[in-house]
């Protein structure tokens, strides 16, 4: 099984609402990793988690505050969130975070802030 | 300098030919090599991985490292319309995980 399931598929929320978008993974994967991806574009890389610990950020608004409850488990909690976020929002899940791995990516959550 | 380089395309081709993808990079110190393929509104979905220079095939895929060039190919033989995507390159170096653009391919029937 190589899945990454993600919900919701997509979401709309306003500037002043709070929503989690949420990822799972059963591959006994211990690293996950959030993405942003705009139209066109590659994915941008977020946060790591390497072992249920936060182990990248790579420099992301507060307004996204990611979660690891547990292995499988991945959180994206969205808060006061802009026009501009509006994108697809990857999450993927590797062996163990290794620079030599290769990540398993979801399918996405849409999201568009009105 | 961007660290992975790839012509967005687009790229149209007829059912049935060879399509070839490339990626150039400027880090010498990268080490793994993929492919990804991307369908609209759908998250990356691997494709190939490869470490060494030289040829890896795969079915109707083919991809090819040349680490002295600095150069990565992926060969689509056999075009089917169901390829029509973006094929996203990306390689590895320490904790990093780079993506090239990726090149929008179409396959008409």
């Known amino acids: 099984d190589t899945e990454v399931t993600q919900t919701p598929k997509h979401l709309v929320m306003g500037m002043t609402n709070k929503k989690s978008l949420k990822c799972e993974q059963h591959?006994?994967?211990?690293?996950m990793y959030w993405y942003k991806q705009k139209a066109k574009k590659p994915p941008e890389l977020m946060f790591v988690y390497s072992y249920e610990k936060l182990s990248i950020n790579e420099s992301v608004p507060s307004r996204f505050s990611p979660e690891c409850p547990n292995s499988s488990l991945l959180n994206l909690h969205l808060h006061a969130l802009q026009p501009e976020d509006s994108a697809l929002y990857l999450c993927?899940?590797?062996?163990?975070?290794?620079?030599?791995?290769?990540?398993?990516f979801g399918p996405g959550t849409r999201l568009l802030v009105l | 300098q961007k660290e992975v380089e790839q012509d967005p395309g687009p790229l149209s081709v007829p059912e049935g030919a060879i399509v070839s993808l490339n990626c150039t990079y400027s880090n010498s110190a990268f080490q793994y090599f993929m492919w990804y393929r991307q369908y609209s509104r759908k998250g990356p979905e691997l494709l190939m991985y490869?470490?060494?220079?030289g040829n890896k095939e795969d079915g109707r895929f083919t991809a090819q490292v040349d680490k002295s060039s600095k150069y990565i190919s992926l060969f689509i033989r056999d075009s089917q319309p169901s390829d029509s995507a973006t094929y996203l390159c990306a390689m590895t170096y320490g904790n990093q995980f780079y993506f090239g653009t990726g090149t929008s391919l179409t396959v008409i029937p």
């Open positions: 490869t470490y060494s220079s």
């Open positions: 591959m006994g994967h211990r690293a």
């Open positions: 993927a899940s590797s062996q163990s975070g290794g620079p030599q791995e290769t990540q398993y």
